[in-house]
């Protein structure tokens, strides 16, 4: 491995994410070459909302998952959008505030792996990109499974890597060669983007992630590639 650090204590994680903040909207939709929005898109309609429920959006970051299942047709009545970077909650609360979304978001400063909600209180929970990112992987989807009413969905959308041998070379070439310099330069941060793809390297792969969902008790836990893999879409149920 690199020399990149991957430790991922709260304080290192929020520091990194809120020195990115006003340029991590720019840099994902950039370096996604706008393949992000309908991975979110993706990851709501898996939660086969019917306008009614309670959504909590977990990592909410800049609140574009968050934003995006207020928005769907039908999409969730209330969201709740959930991160530990105060400056990365702040982009996002500008953009609720823009989009007149602000008596159905509600951003709330917080750990993944402490939720501030009561028992069974949300029907729904979505992560986008985040879930890596958090450092006792376990403990948040013990939380979820501790927030969700019965019978709630999650649906989880994380890097992968592309097993397919000539998109597997290319992306990892981008991955590791493109993508770095020009975060940093763009984002102004020596180490975020080396750590996006040193991270998404060291995290638990496709199978290795549905078993942790499994172990902690969801049900229906499945890993879904979406764009040859780059991205998978977790869905699992609180049975
Ligand atoms: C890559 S960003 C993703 C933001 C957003 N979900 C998106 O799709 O653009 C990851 C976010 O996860 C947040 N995060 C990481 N670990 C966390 C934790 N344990 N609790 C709350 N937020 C966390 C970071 O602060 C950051 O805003």
Redesign the pocket.
Known sequence: MSRTDLS?S?AR??G???AI?TR??FL?HLLSVGV?RRW?RRAIRALSLTGRERVL??????????IASADARPGAARVIG????GA??QVGQHKIRHGHLTDRITLVR????RIPLGDRTVDAI??????R????TAA?CREMLRVLKPGGRVAI?EFGIPATPGVRALYLWYFTHVLPPIGRIVSRHNAAYGY?PASVSAFASPDEFVTVLRECGFVDAIAVPLTFGIVFLYTARCG
């Open positions: 991922k709260p994680i929020a990194m994410f809120d903040a991590y909207d994902n992000d979110r959006d977990l990592c909410t970051g800049t609140a574009d998952l968050a959930v991160d530990f970077a990365m909650l917080g750990d993944a792996t979505t992560i986008a990109f985040g879930i990112n958090v450092e006792n948040a959308l996006l």
